[in-house]
């Protein structure tokens, strides 16, 4: 794993989800610097702060400095130059997690697109800033040469386009391949800093060690697990990012597409988070999920973290996100609570008990 400096705001949850992408990204967070804000002209940073990260970097000696908010080329730029190193920016760093997590030629492609368009917006401040003759020979490119790479980059966002519209046949392809693996299917969704990379581990941990052939082969975000001592694959999908930005939706969600075909798709929520944060990431995941396709009756929803709740307050959230309905239970994967009874729910789904567990899954939760 890689090593970073984060450049991120005061409060709790974001610090919390910065540092999550991070490691989403395999950076390992060696400090976190909070600024209450990161939008200054000239570094994002004030002066002043540059001298204080500069002393952290040269001390920490991370492989990148992640920066929590976008940057503007000449902000990077300026950044990169006092601190000697390579700066990712929020979006940046986003774009990296897709690039990792994209599997199928579509998605690829549609992460190939969101970052031909980071590029484009910031081949646009270049050229402006040549014209203008603000800065002729920015980063090293004359007037004519930012020219050059604005054409190129919008002649590749054409060429993906065009790849893109004949792309719907192999995403039928993928499917069927991974289908005929024989294994049932579980996969974790939710909002980054939920507890899915957490869950993945305590439900997978008995079986790290064994290491036979064919699952060294799937990826690090697949591992196996027994469900009524039946083997099921359990993979880790990318998590929902709040601040999302909207050309990026695409990509997101084409990320994702591997929900369609797993058997069940675990739901982690946050439940410790204020009951606005909490309503506004479940409807936005709850929507997504629908917009994908993929059916009410495979999620069953996980309130992670509810060893911080008392019973009172995990009912009021299940009144809250309308829960009631549906298949839920309260967790925690850091203190294993209910983790068995979550894999007795995906047992009950892999057996399409669906009805039935409804209401089990109520009473259950009710009463412990
Ligand atoms: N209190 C508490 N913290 C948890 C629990 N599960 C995960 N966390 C913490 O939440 C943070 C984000 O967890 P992570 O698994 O990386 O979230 P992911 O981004 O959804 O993969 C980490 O600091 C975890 O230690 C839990 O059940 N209870
Ligand atoms: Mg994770």
Redesign the pocket.
């Known amino acids: 794993m890689n090593t970073a400096v984060l450049v991120t705001y005061e409060q709790d949850d974001i610090i ?1 989800e910065a540092v ?1 992408l991070c ?2 990204a395999n950076y390992k967070v060696k400090h976190v610097m909070k600024q209450g804000f990161l939008q200054k002209q000239k570094y994002g940073l004030s002066s002043g702060k540059i001298e204080d990260l500069k002393e952290i970097t040269s001390r920490v000696k991370p492989d990148v400095v992640v920066f929590d908010e976008v940057l503007k080329p000449s902000q990077n730029y300026n950044l990169a130059s006092e601190l000697k190193m390579e700066i990712l920016d929020r979006e940046a760093l986003i774009l990296q997690i897709f690039e990792k997590r994209c599997s199928s030629a579509e998605s690829k492609l549609q992460v190939q697109l969101a970052q031909a368009r980071y590029e484009m917006s910031r081949a646009r401040e270049r050229v402006r800033l040549a014209r203008e003759g603000e800065q002729p020979g920015f980063m090293g490119l004359g007037t004519f040469e930012v020219d050059v790479y604005y054409n190129e980059i919008k002649r590749r966002m054409v060429n993906i386009k065009s790849k893109l519209a004949k792309s719907g046949k192999q995403r039928q392809l993928h499917r069927q391949a991974r289908k005929r693996l024989g294994f049932k299917t579980i996969s974790l969704a ?1 909002y ?7 869950l993945f581990n305590t439900l997978t941990g008995e079986q790290q060690e064994k290491n036979d052939e064919l699952f060294t082969t799937l990826s690090t975000t697949v591992r196996r697990m027994t469900i009524n001592k039946e083997v099921a694959l359990i993979s880790d999908t990318v ?1 929902f990012i709040s601040k999302l930005p909207a050309y990026m939706i695409e990509a997101f969600k084409s990320t994702l597409e591997e929900l369609l075909y797993t058997d069940t798709v675990i739901v ?1 929520i946050d439940a ?1 988070d204020h009951f606005d944060e909490l309503r506004k990431k479940f409807k936005s995941c709850y929507t997504t999920l629908n917009e994908i396709g993929v059916e009410v009756d495979k999620m069953i929803f996980a309130l ?2 509810s ?2 709740l008392d019973e009172d307050e995990i009912l009021d959230i299940v009144d809250l996100l309308e829960l009631n309905s549906k298949k839920w239970i309260d967790i ?4 294993q609570k209910n983790v068995d009874k979550l894999k007795e729910i995906v047992g009950n789904v892999f057996r399409n008990d669906i009805s039935h567990e409804k209401d089990e899954v109520g009473v259950k939760t009710y009463e412990n």
């Open positions: 919390d999550a490691e989403s939710g980054t800093s939920a507890g899915k990379t957490t998590g982690v410790s992670n973290k060893e911080l925690s994967a850091s203190t």
